[in-house]
């Protein structure tokens, strides 16, 4: 078994998207693990780009886990949009700039969760809220 993620879509529109993500590690770690599809997307705008998306918020709760979250753009090379430390919960709030662009080099529009030293049985929930554009 390894560790798992289980998504659940909040809101799902042609300019917002928020999602839910919930880890559960089996001693496993989770490595690149897609939170967002941008391919899978059918409410993106007409002429959206994978490099146009960017995130307005994201809330972490890590409370029991003994490991940390990292939270990316997909690409060829990856780029960190933020993370949570050992039992850290905490909200990061980007309106007030327009949001985090998508840096990643040749960006897939994709978001992936990666975690480091989590143990069997830590659990950690994030929300991910996105702008389309």
């Not at 880890?23 to 997307?41: K, M, P, R, W």
């Not at 994201?58 to 690409?75: L, R």
């Not at 327009?98 to 992936?112: F, L, M, R, Y």
Request: aromatic letters at 6%.
């Amino acid at each position: 078994m390894a560790a798992s993620t289980t998504l659940t879509t909040l809101v799902d529109g042609t300019k917002t998207q928020v999602i839910h993500v919930t880890i559960l590690s089996d001693g496993a770690e989770l490595s690149d693990s897609v939170i967002y599809d941008y391919s899978e997307d059918s409410l993106l705008p007409a002429g959206s780009a994978a490099a146009t998306s960017k995130v307005k918020s994201i809330e972490f709760s890590n409370p029991t886990a003994a490991g940390q979250i990292f939270v990316e753009f997909d690409g060829s090379t990856d780029r960190l949009i933020s993370g949570c430390g050992i039992a850290d919960s905490h909200k990061e709030d980007y309106r007030w700039c327009g949001g985090i662009k998508n840096h990643a080099g040749s960006p897939t529009g994709d978001v992936t969760v990666t975690t480091l030293g989590f143990a069997s049985g830590d659990q950690a929930t994030l929300v991910l809220e996105l702008s389309k554009s």
